[in-house]
């Protein structure tokens, strides 16, 4: 058992005050489970297939997500150690996950999706809400399926648009989407078009807009809140994430999808479309000074 | 919300209660609340993998896999002596500490 009595405190407030304690107490707690056990552990992340369809909760989610999370960790110039105590912090978090999320995917309560963003708050250190200048999404977590490229400027195709040949090797086959972009193109033309332009585009997902509440009384406000917005996107059985933009509307609501990613999202949290597909949780981020990049993010 | 098998004999009301008696929002206690639920989480997990072997461990971790909480019981009585006595200890063990620190700051 962890003991961490005798904590000095300072007279903060009763939250702030449990919170630094109780934070402490949490991770010491998992480490001491992970050094303790880690043979197990590593046996655990190793050996379970991910094809197990498990109820979510307790360890489940964990055990999906074994054969992937060996992927993510670093390969080079990376000891030994770091990479066996890698596994584990990514895969805690992926339980703690799965024991908040109920079983049906679709909109949270409003307990659960406050106790989610709380969690993500403070593994990445910026504030992560499902609601922000009281906006919403219909929901936070949902259905993802595959959307194809977008067209950035007037005359972007297929071979205009990738920057290096690995990336037109694995996102080619998506093909571009028919039309613009919800908010139309990206760029003016091909040399007014900026990394974050570029960026915009390769991560972007496509929310049902149209399905918040008072969108259509205030379709223009709505619009301006909702266009290129960053928000948070994890895949919880593998513990991926990324931060995005809203780049589209979408999908439509007899599809039975919640939102859909860019072939470069969907290739990153290793989402699939169809009868494969899987679900994502997706929050807002409070990022008002436009600092945090765009792309795949550690949790 | 999901229910772990150790749910029945492992209550955090009292914590929640004190907590509830405390100056915070809502959002701020729900966060101390999903702390305490997964310190809880792993504190029973290590006092039961504590009490097995190597191999067995590996048979627990698959069954906590099934979420069958009828197997996974009838596997930790079959394995250790006291299983309910323990996790309890265990429980009762972190909730203090917790009481305590919730006292602290009045």
């Known amino acids: ?177 028919p039309g613009r972009g919800a908010w139309g193109y990206f760029a003016y033309s091909q040399a007014e078009m900026t990394q974050r332009d570029i960026d915009r585009e390769k991560y972007y997902i496509a929310v049902q807009t149209f399905m918040s509440d008072g969108y259509s009384q205030r379709v223009r406000e709505y619009v301006e809140f909702f266009k290129f917005r960053k928000m948070l996107v994890v895949n919880p059985q593998n513990g991926k994430a990324m931060i995005v933009v809203i780049g589209d509307a979408g999908p439509a609501v007899w599809t039975g999808k919640h939102l859909g990613g860019s072939p470069e999202v969907m290739g990153y949290l290793e989402r699939f479309d169809g009868r494969q597909r899987g679900p994502v949780l997706y929050f807002f981020i409070d990022d008002p000074e436009d600092k945090i990049p765009l792309g795949p993010i550690e949790l | ?20 008696d405390l100056q915070m929002s809502e959002h701020e206690r729900l966060h101390l609340i999903s702390l305490m639920d997964s310190s809880l989480h792993h504190v029973i997990l290590d006092a039961i993998l504590s009490e097995l072997t190597a191999a067995d461990k590996q048979i627990f971790l698959k069954e906590l896999a099934t979420d069958d909480h009828e197997a996974i019981w009838k596997f930790l009585r079959s394995k250790i002596t006291g299983i309910e006595d323990k996790i309890q200890y265990a429980a009762e063990e972190l909730k203090k500490e917790l009481h305590e620190d919730i006292e602290g700051t009045k």
């Open chain 1, 1 to 177: 058992m962890v003991r961490f009595k005798n904590i000095p405190t300072q007279k903060k407030s009763p939250y702030h005050s449990l919170k630094n304690k109780w934070v402490k107490r949490h991770s010491l707690i998992k480490e001491q489970l992970l050094t303790t056990h880690r043979d197990s552990l590593d046996w655990l992340v190793s050996n379970l297939p991910a094809k197990h369809h498990l109820a979510a909760g307790s360890l489940s989610g964990l055990l999906l997500l074994a054969p992937q999370i060996s992927s993510p960790l670093p390969v080079v110039s990376t000891p030994a150690k770091e990479q066996v105590l890698e596994v584990p912090k990514k895969v805690f978090l992926i339980t703690e996950l799965s024991s908040i999320l109920p079983q049906e995917v679709g909109p949270l309560d409003p307990g659960v999706e406050k106790k989610i963003a709380g969690v993500l708050s403070d593994e990445l250190g910026f504030g992560v809400s499902a609601e922000m200048q009281n906006k919403r999404l219909n929901t936070s977590y949902g259905y993802i399926g595959a959307e194809q490229h977008l067209t950035r400027y007037p005359g972007d195709t297929m071979s205009t648009h990738f920057q290096t040949n690995n990336e037109q090797l694995r996102f080619e086959k998506s093909g571009m989407a």
């Open chain 2, 1 to 20: 919300m999901n229910k772990h098998f150790y749910s029945h004999i492992a209550h955090t009301e009292s914590v929640v209660v004190k907590l509830h």
